[in-house]
């Protein structure tokens, strides 16, 4: 038992244990929690197979950012927990099938015979000079550079398309223009106006009658 | 199975070389805090619990460990008491890349850049399940103001440092600091000017600090996603706060103001005099200066309102670090020097 053997039986159950928490869990919150803890470990398993850049790449992005869109989602919705279970045993066959279907097309592309023990290499360990950020980076810009230039334009595109697709915000909405706020001047929102100071001629127990009844209903001077 | 154990003694006794002083750290900035604001302020701060105050955050530690933690009504509680560990553990975590001088570092990692990015944004977790986890409105609405701060402020972030990795050549936190060696005018604040400004001024907002407190903004939402924390799980979101405070001083300095290098490299006789000034003193120097920026902000600037921050990152930082990689790109390539000799092809 090395170190790392002892850092890939921890993470691998962990990583087990959050995939069946993901179906398991009655509560989406907490299915989605779950779905992290499987993508973090599954990130430390990848830096076992010192593939760094790639592992704090998944977290970077899976668990940093598309998690968090996911668990805002789910957060925010209203779910009634009793209609979702509605249908249950009427989509019950069709579920069967599905789950069967794939889990025999993936067992069929990872089955022992292509991926068994035998079948693989043990990847080749690597000196402490090894950088994997500076081969993959030169893989990348080299010998794959037009594919990496078309998976970019494709994801550009794709963010086009979706932000296209989901705005359609009223035109007319009364948010607030900043430029506008800053150069609002006094001129606009001020008005001045000049009162003629010092106690009146005409009707002066009047007027202060009417400071005595202010007085007693506790409004200012 | 020997090698193994020992192995793992001195990992732990290296991460406790690194934390305890960092929870001393934060214990004192704590102090520094309420002793500048109380400065700036007309004020004397605390003054009351030893000499001078120094032993006020001792105090302050036993007072929060004493209490009772009290879980609400109507909350998940295992996620309530998961959140404050998911709120503190990155921010532990960020310290293992970090290099205190040359090959003081837990882990010399190739990818120490990268790293650092993820685990400030796994830190979101333990705000939005705060929020969610309390069963009160008040966390819930500063949870979601603290997550769309911090995811939107994160991008801004990110480009700013694929400007120091342009500059640098690298992804080792190391060798960053390597790449800005020669003296003050060496360093990358000048040729990454409006990076480091929005570097800054996006840890200060990803940090949750004055004026980007918004999630605890107590005039409009009382504390924000740590309203129902009481005791040691408040003392923990608190720690984390204060301890990502540090973090984004010291990654400040690594990345724009040479890290542990001495600023009067080159300079004849200033050199020689302050050689002997060990790398981890003048990093722990500058990044003292960013820590006592964070706080005089605090005192100076009132809150920001909500629309203007969301505006400031997206409309703002970020076109403005696109344009400056394009320009940093042409800097590069011109070989424009103190920092791109020998780097330019034109």
């Given at each position: 038992?090395?170190?790392?053997?002892v850092?890939?039986?921890?993470f691998?159950?962990?990583?087990?244990?959050?995939?069946?928490?993901?179906?398991?869990?009655?509560?989406?919150?907490?299915?989605?929690?779950?779905?992290?803890?499987?993508?973090?470990?599954?990130?430390?398993?990848?830096?076992?197979?010192?593939?760094?850049?790639?592992?704090?790449?998944?977290?970077?992005?899976?668990?940093?950012?598309?998690?968090?869109?996911?668990?805002?989602?789910?957060?925010?919705?209203?779910?009634?927990?009793?209609?979702?279970?509605?249908?249950?045993?009427?989509?019950?066959?069709?579920?069967?099938?599905?789950?069967?279907?794939?889990?025999?097309?993936?067992?069929?592309?990872?089955?022992?015979?292509?991926?068994?023990?035998?079948?693989?290499?043990?990847?080749?360990?690597?000196?402490?000079?090894?950088?994997?950020?500076?081969?993959?980076?030169?893989?990348?810009?080299?010998?794959?550079?037009?594919?990496?230039?078309?998976?970019?334009?494709?994801?550009?595109?794709?963010?086009?398309?979706?932000?296209?697709?989901?705005?359609?915000?009223?035109?007319?909405?009364?948010?607030?223009?900043?430029?506008?706020?800053?150069?609002?001047?006094?001129?606009?929102?001020?008005?001045?106006?000049?009162?003629?100071?010092?106690?009146?001629?005409?009707?002066?127990?009047?007027?202060?009658?009417?400071?005595?009844?202010?007085?007693?209903?506790?409004?200012?001077? | 199975?020997?090698?193994?154990?020992?192995?793992?003694?001195?990992?732990?006794?290296?991460?406790?070389?690194?934390?305890?002083?960092?929870?001393?750290?934060?214990?004192?900035?704590?102090?520094?805090?309420?002793k500048?604001?109380?400065?700036?302020?007309?004020?004397?701060?605390?003054?009351?619990?030893?000499?001078?105050?120094?032993?006020?955050?001792?105090?302050?530690?036993?007072?929060?460990?004493?209490?009772?933690?009290?879980?609400?009504?109507?909350?998940?509680?295992?996620?309530?008491?998961?959140?404050?560990?998911?709120?503190?553990?990155?921010?532990?975590?960020?310290?293992?890349?970090?290099?205190?001088?040359?090959?003081?570092?837990?882990?010399?990692?190739?990818?120490?850049?990268?790293?650092?990015?993820?685990?400030?944004s796994?830190?979101?977790?333990?705000?939005?399940?705060?929020?969610?986890?309390?069963?009160?409105?008040?966390?819930?609405?500063?949870?979601?103001?603290?997550?769309?701060?911090?995811?939107?402020?994160?991008?801004?972030?990110?480009?700013?440092?694929?400007?120091?990795?342009?500059?640098?050549?690298?992804m080792?936190?190391?060798?960053?600091?390597?790449a800005?060696?020669?003296?003050?005018?060496?360093?990358?604040?000048?040729?990454?000017?409006?990076?480091?400004?929005?570097?800054?001024?996006?840890?200060?907002a990803?940090?949750?600090?004055?004026?980007?407190d918004?999630?605890?903004?107590?005039?409009?939402?009382?504390?924000?996603?740590?309203v129902?924390?009481?005791?040691?799980?408040?003392?923990?979101?608190?720690?984390?706060?204060?301890?990502?405070?540090?973090?984004?001083?010291?990654?400040?300095?690594?990345?724009?103001?040479?890290?542990?290098?001495?600023?009067?490299?080159?300079?004849?006789?200033?050199?020689?005099?302050?050689?002997?000034?060990?790398?981890?003193?003048?990093?722990?120097?500058k990044?003292?200066?960013?820590?006592?920026?964070?706080?005089?902000?605090?005192?100076?600037?009132?809150r920001?309102?909500?629309?203007?921050?969301?505006?400031?990152?997206?409309?703002?930082?970020?076109?403005?670090?696109?344009?400056?990689?394009?320009?940093?790109?042409?800097?590069?390539?011109?070989?424009?020097?103190?920092?791109?000799?020998g780097?330019?092809?034109?």
């Amino acid at each position: 038992m090395t170190v790392e053997s002892v850092v890939f039986y921890l993470f691998a159950t962990l990583t087990l244990v959050g995939a069946i928490g993901v179906i398991t869990m009655r509560n989406a919150v907490q299915a989605v929690l779950c779905l992290v803890l499987t993508f973090f470990s599954a990130a430390v398993l990848w830096m076992l197979l010192e593939a760094e850049f790639l592992a704090v790449t998944l977290v970077l992005v899976y668990v940093g950012a598309v998690m968090v869109l996911f668990l805002f989602v789910v957060m925010m919705l209203d779910v009634d927990y009793a209609s979702l279970k509605a249908g249950y045993t009427k989509y019950l066959p069709l579920g069967i099938i599905t789950a069967l279907a794939l889990f025999g097309g993936i067992y069929w592309v990872i089955r022992s015979e292509v991926f068994g023990v035998e079948q693989m290499p043990e990847p080749a360990k690597h000196g402490a000079d090894y950088s994997n950020v500076t081969e993959l980076g030169r893989l990348l810009y080299t010998d794959y550079f037009f594919a990496f230039e078309v998976a970019g334009v494709i994801l550009l595109v794709a963010i086009v398309a979706a932000i296209s697709l989901t705005f359609r915000g009223r035109r007319d909405r009364r948010g607030q223009s900043v430029p506008m706020q800053h150069q609002a001047s006094k001129e606009e929102r001020l008005r001045v106006v000049s009162m003629e100071s010092g106690p009146r001629q005409d009707g002066q127990e009047k007027t202060e009658k009417k400071k005595r009844i202010r007085r007693k209903k506790g409004g200012g001077s | 199975m020997l090698d193994m154990i020992i192995d793992f003694f001195v990992i732990g006794a290296k991460i406790g070389l690194i934390l305890l002083p960092l929870i001393l750290a934060v214990a004192y900035t704590t102090y520094a805090e309420r002793k500048i604001i109380g400065y700036m302020q007309m004020r004397l701060g605390p003054n009351r619990v030893g000499p001078k105050g120094w032993l006020q955050p001792i105090a302050d530690v036993i007072k929060l460990l004493m209490k009772e933690v009290v879980v609400p009504s109507g909350s998940n509680k295992a996620l309530f008491l998961l959140a404050p560990i998911l709120f503190i553990a990155p921010s532990f975590a960020a310290w293992a890349v970090i290099p205190f001088d040359v090959e003081l570092a837990l882990a010399n990692s190739d990818v120490g850049l990268l790293y650092i990015l993820a685990m400030t944004s796994i830190a979101v977790y333990g705000v939005i399940i705060a929020g969610w986890a309390s069963n009160s409105k008040y966390a819930l609405l500063g949870s979601l103001r603290s997550a769309s701060q911090i995811i939107s402020y994160e991008i801004a972030m990110g480009f700013a440092l694929v400007g120091v990795l342009m500059a640098s050549g690298s992804m080792n936190l190391g060798e960053i600091v390597k790449a800005q060696d020669g003296g003050l005018l060496h360093w990358f604040w000048i040729p990454l000017l409006p990076l480091l400004v929005i570097y800054w001024v996006s840890g200060v907002a990803e940090t949750n600090r004055a004026p980007f407190d918004l999630p605890e903004g107590e005039s409009e939402i009382v504390a924000g996603f740590h309203v129902e924390y009481a005791g040691i799980s408040f003392a923990l979101f608190f720690l984390a706060e204060y301890a990502n405070m540090i973090l984004i001083s010291v990654l400040t300095t690594l990345f724009f103001f040479g890290g542990w290098l001495n600023p009067f490299q080159g300079i004849p006789f200033v050199e020689e005099v302050t050689g002997w000034i060990p790398g981890i003193a003048w990093l722990l120097l500058k990044a003292g200066f960013f820590l006592f920026l964070m706080i005089w902000l605090r005192a100076t600037f009132p809150r920001y309102r909500y629309d203007q921050i969301m505006r400031l990152g997206w409309k703002v930082f970020i076109p403005v670090t696109v344009v400056w990689l394009m320009i940093l790109t042409f800097m590069i390539k011109a070989g424009v020097g103190p920092w791109f000799t020998g780097r330019g092809v034109l």
